[in-house]
């Protein structure tokens, strides 16, 4: 059984901000944030990407179009 996706092990990569949210920006487009655990999930790795809130929503839009 595979283990849950976790924030922190994908923020271990990112090594600059410009990896982050390609992170970021991979994940939106992998994960339903329509569901509150996706949602939450989503967030966190914003946090542990240090990723601004504004860039955060800037690629949720851009991800969905």
Known sequence: VAKPLNAADFA???HHSALASEIYLA???LVDDQQDAERNYLDELAAQLQIDPQLQLHLEQ???G
Do not use: E
């Open 27 to 29: 994940s939106v487009l």
């Open 62 to 64: 851009q991800a969905k």
């Open 12 to 14: 271990d990569y990112a």
